[in-house]
């Protein structure tokens, strides 16, 4: 099992940044892929951005340019640096990972981007 913990979260103007951050416990030597998703009210849950242990990174077409996944130097961390923020990046940011898809999930950290 592995345990997924984010922070960062917070309230934020229109084109401010902030930095989400995830950390990974457990069987942490399972994970090859991390990413980052979000759930905005009302809407699915989708894939904002991924990372493979190799470095390989994908990125939702909404954020291309204006985010950034990372890990850091300690394999079980993952960041997402998001700068230029719109009021519709407002979601519930969830840190995910596992070892070809993402099997375990962490609590949510909430983003709000106000006009």
């Known amino acids: 099992q592995v345990q997924l913990v984010e922070s960062g979260g917070g309230l934020v103007q229109a084109g401010g940044s902030l930095r989400l951050s995830c950390a990974a416990s457990?069987?942490?030597?399972?994970?090859?892929?991390m990413g980052w998703y979000r759930q905005a009210p009302g809407k699915q849950r989708e894939l904002v951005a991924g990372i493979t242990s190799g470095g390989t990174t994908n990125y939702a077409d909404s954020v291309k340019g204006r985010f950034t996944i990372s890990r850091g130097n300690v394999r079980n961390t993952v960041y997402l640096q998001m700068n230029s923020l719109k009021v519709e990046d407002t979601a519930v940011y969830y840190c995910?990972?596992?070892?070809?898809?993402?099997?375990?999930w962490g609590q949510g950290t909430q983003v709000t981007v106000s006009s």
């Open positions: 457990g069987s942490i030597f399972s994970i090859n892929v």
């Open positions: 995910a990972a596992g070892r070809n898809r993402y099997d375990y």
